[in-house]
């Protein structure tokens, strides 16, 4: 009988101690819901994670591509495409179309921020390639926008006008 309590009583601490752990998806589920609303909080999440550089596959792809948005977010620009790369890398054969449009966005984005505006041409047309893929509209919004963006730094003004039309039109 006394095993037994013992027995029951080390099953509810243990149980009890997992429950306290967040597990790294749960952060960044909690990173993207705040992405939008409040960056801020987002990248200050992200920030608290300890040694994120241990992550490996799913983990390290999805934490690149949230810190990179994270970043950009809060006015942070991109001095580097490592981070990103690490996403786009992963993401480049996977069926996962939000998240692989969403990491060539992102890579498009930090080509811009490091006026690398040549470089940032292909990752936002495959980007636009499969957004017929996607669901969420931001991700759709913030593409027109970034090829906007882009064809008016190159004085592409019509085809820039089409691309903010595009933004517009989702919005």
């Known amino acids: ?24 998806t749960s952060v960044f589920a909690e990173a993207e819901s705040l992405m939008y609303t409040h960056p801020d909080s ?4 992200l920030q608290a994670i300890p040694n994120p550089e241990q992550l490996t596959g799913r983990g390290q792809a999805d934490y690149a591509l949230l810190m990179t948005q994270a970043k950009s977010r809060n006015q942070i620009y991109a001095t580097s495409d490592s981070l990103i790369r690490i996403a786009v890398d992963y993401y480049q054969n996977s069926d996962e179309m939000e998240q692989k449009a969403k ?3 992102y890579l498009g984005d930090v080509m811009m921020d490091m006026e690398r505006y040549a470089d940032a041409t292909l990752p936002l047309k495959q980007a636009e390639e499969i957004l017929d893929k996607v669901e969420d509209p931001r991700i ?8 906007g963006y882009l064809n008016r730094k190159a004085s592409n003004y019509d085809l820039s006008l ?3 039309k595009k933004a517009l039109a989702i919005n």
């Not at 987002?42 to 999440?45: E, G, H, K, R, V």
């Open 140 to 147: 759709k919004t913030l593409t027109y926008n970034s090829l």
């Open 42 to 45: 987002a990248l200050t999440l």
């Open 103 to 105: 990491s060539l966005l």
């Open 162 to 164: 089409s691309y903010y």
């Open 1 to 24: 009988m006394k095993h037994k309590f013992i027995l029951a009583l080390l099953l509810i601490l243990t149980s009890t101690a997992c429950q306290h752990r967040t597990p790294i």
